[in-house]
């Protein structure tokens, strides 16, 4: 299928793209990566009177370190991140989370702050985000302002941003040197968008967890942290009990969809199967 009629626009800069979107009353989309939005516009699920591209915007694809936050700019590809040093070693999470995500083209094109901004439930980054307590920055009329991942993800494909904003930038605290973490994720297919997915960030002290952090992705309406898991962790270590309580309580703790890759049930025994996957996989000693 081919997309409706669109009017295309390529801004040089930020605030030119700002001006653009103001013209369409919250009628024009902003294309990124277009790993998500060009298929939609395609089966004609989104219909924009406009396209702002932001790929002709300089400066918006970087990676930097500032007192122990890694700075990455919205428009950074996923591919690039796959083989940037500093994120293997200040945010290996985030570096495990990109394995994950489709197939070779799709991490090409595609951007970290496009798959954000898209908020897809079963998207491996948002829940990557979520685990390390990130924040993005985006930029509106009214200025720049931040938004902790709390306040982000409001439900399917929807988030906090405002109409004419568009997020610049994503900050990711750099994980303790002594951090352990995994991803677990069951699909379909190898690269087919996860039916469940679980990630997790441990520091521990032996068989204590002085922090634990662990998200979802493809089981409900957003990613979410699984608190109730982590309160179990903190509280009573990373013994076998522990860790079988931490996963039931998982399982308890998420509002699963149901679709025609699983039912809400079948979501639900899977967050608990592979948080407790995920977690003795992060625990386990490393080659």
């Given at each position: 299928m081919k997309p409706a009629k669109f009017e295309y626009h390529a801004p040089a800069s930020i605030e030119e793209a700002l001006v653009i979107l103001g013209r369409y009353d919250g009628e024009a989309r902003v294309l990124a990566g277009g790993q998500s939005l060009v298929p939609m516009m395609n089966f004609r699920l989104a219909t924009p009177k406009a396209i702002v591209d932001l790929n002709p915007i300089a400066g918006l694809s970087y990676i930097e370190e500032d007192d122990e936050v890694v700075r990455i700019g919205s428009m950074t590809r996923q591919r690039r991140l796959e083989f940037e040093p500093l994120v293997g070693a200040k945010l290996p999470l985030l570096h495990e989370g990109l394995r994950w995500i489709g197939h070779l083209p799709t991490r090409s094109r595609g951007t970290i702050g496009g798959s954000i901004a898209h908020a897809d439930p079963s998207a491996e980054i948002p829940m990557v985000l979520q685990a390390l307590e990130g924040e993005v920055v985006a930029r509106g009329p009214q200025?720049?302002?931040?938004?902790?991942?709390?306040?982000?993800?409001?439900?399917?494909?929807?988030?906090?941003?405002?109409?004419?904003?568009?997020?610049?930038?994503?900050?990711?605290?750099?994980?303790?040197?002594?951090?352990?973490?995994?991803?677990?994720?069951?699909?379909?297919?190898?690269?087919?968008?996860?039916?469940?997915?679980?990630?997790?960030?441990?520091?521990?002290?032996?068989?204590?967890?002085?922090?634990?952090?662990?998200?979802?992705?493809?089981?409900?309406?957003?990613?979410?942290?699984?608190?109730?898991?982590?309160?179990?962790?903190?509280?009573?270590?990373?013994?076998?009990?522990?860790?079988?309580?931490?996963?039931?309580?998982?399982?308890?703790?998420?509002?699963?969809?149901?679709?025609?890759?699983?039912?809400?049930?079948?979501?639900?025994?899977?967050?608990?199967?592979?948080?407790?996957?995920?977690?003795?996989?992060?625990?386990?000693?490393?080659?």
């Open positions: 200025g720049e302002r931040r938004i902790p991942v709390g306040d982000l993800f409001h439900a399917a494909l929807t988030t906090s941003l405002a109409p004419l904003e568009i997020i610049t930038e994503v900050r990711f605290p750099a994980m303790p040197a002594q951090a352990v973490y995994a991803v677990e994720e069951f699909a379909r297919r190898n690269g087919d968008f996860a039916v469940a997915a679980v990630a997790v960030v441990v520091v521990r002290d032996g068989d204590r967890c002085t922090k634990a952090r662990l998200a979802t992705a493809g089981v409900g309406p957003t990613s979410i942290r699984l608190r109730d898991a982590e309160a179990v962790l903190e509280q009573k270590g990373l013994t076998e009990d522990a860790i079988t309580e931490a996963a039931d309580k998982a399982a308890a703790q998420v509002d699963p969809v149901s679709d025609l890759n699983g039912s809400a049930e079948y979501r639900r025994h899977l967050t608990g199967v592979l948080t407790s996957r995920a977690i003795a996989k992060a625990i386990a000693p490393r080659a």
